[in-house]
């Protein structure tokens, strides 16, 4: 019998950090957190606060807070530190200086003090960051990934199950490639069991489904919620703690996350959100899906864009 704790490491205790220990928490998701942050005290007051919560919840969650390279015994260590918030008109990519720094630091000092689980990393730019990280740790691709576009593959069901009226988990649709203004849906492999989306929309709505409009309100969501609150939390939070279960259950769910590709869509030197078979090792298999034309010009456009920015890490 394993009476072994699951033990998640949340590094970076600001608003999408502490929305992930939540909701990790809240849905029972393990069995020690673990909370890092260069603000001790900050962070150990969310660990008395969460611990607070923690009191109501049905099974005994411990709530702890440590330095990064008291890493030896943790399953998942979750990234969400990054360089800084960004400024107005500035895209994703443009966080990638600062947080690269910080990789560079953080990741050689958890490697040298025994660290050998999962890396899942959601600060962003997630792909060009999770790459990174692979190449710090030296670990093997598998146990590397990002939240990539699972977000994104999230706000697509949202927005064509409210149109639909139909629960976002009868809907098979999902996003691929960057995550970041390269993303795209991937029309030709959406359905809604198994009748295409465009199909179920014709009837539902008496009109066509104007598959560009959808592709650019879902890529634009996440800059609205910037605008609106200064932040995106809840959302992701969600996205890591769907993560981290169905790691924790070796579940064998595909999910769209951004890992390592060694040969796979036929690119290699990047990472990019692609389907994923998740187990409690990690990146079981990904699946390798026959694009259409148009989908595969736009696969094609996002790993330039992620290999140009890979070229642009620290030495």
Not at 23 to 52: F, G, M, P, Y
Not at 97 to 122: C, D, H, S, W
Not at 235 to 250: Q, S, V, Y
Request: one cysteine or more; hydrophobic letters at 40%; glycine letters at 8%.
């Amino acid at each position: 019998m394993n009476t072994k704790p699951r033990k998640v490491m949340i590094i970076g205790a600001g608003n999408v950090g502490t929305a992930a220990a939540w909701a990790l928490l809240n849905q029972n998701i393990c069995e020690e957190l673990v909370l890092v942050d260069l603000n001790k005290t900050r962070a150990e007051a969310h660990c008395q606060d969460l611990s607070d919560a923690a009191a109501y919840m049905p099974g005994m969650v411990t709530i702890t807070q440590r330095d990064a390279s008291d890493c030896a015994d943790v399953d998942i260590a979750v990234i969400t530190v990054s360089g800084g918030p960004l400024k107005p008109g500035q895209t994703r990519l443009d966080e990638l200086t600062n947080t690269a720094r910080i990789m560079k630091q953080l990741v050689p000092e958890m490697m040298a003090n025994g660290f050998n689980g999962i890396f899942l990393i959601a600060t962003n730019p997630c792909d060009i960051i999770t790459w990174q990280v692979w190449q710090l740790s030296g670990l093997p691709r598998q146990q590397v990934i990002g939240t990539g576009v699972w977000l994104d593959t999230t706000r697509l069901r949202r927005t064509l199950a409210q149109a639909l009226d139909i629960g976002p988990q009868s809907i098979d649709a999902f996003i691929l490639g960057e995550h970041g203004d390269a993303q795209f849906p991937v029309w030709s492999h959406s359905s809604v069991y198994g009748s295409p989306v465009s199909d179920v929309w014709k009837r539902r709505t008496g009109t066509v489904l104007d598959t560009n409009a959808i592709a650019e309100k879902v890529r634009k969501l996440g800059f609205e919620i910037y605008a609106g609150k200064g932040c995106t939390e809840f959302g992701i939070a969600g996205t890591i703690t769907e993560i981290c279960r169905n790691i924790f259950t070796g579940s064998h769910r595909a999910l769209a996350i951004s890992c390592v590709l060694d040969g796979e869509y036929g690119k290699t030197g990047i990472a990019i959100g692609v389907p994923a078979v998740l187990a409690q090792s990690g990146v079981q298999q990904i699946i390798e899906l026959q694009l259409a034309q148009e989908e595969q010009a736009k696969f094609d456009e996002a790993a330039r864009i992620i290999q140009a920015n890979i070229a642009r890490l620290p030495q």
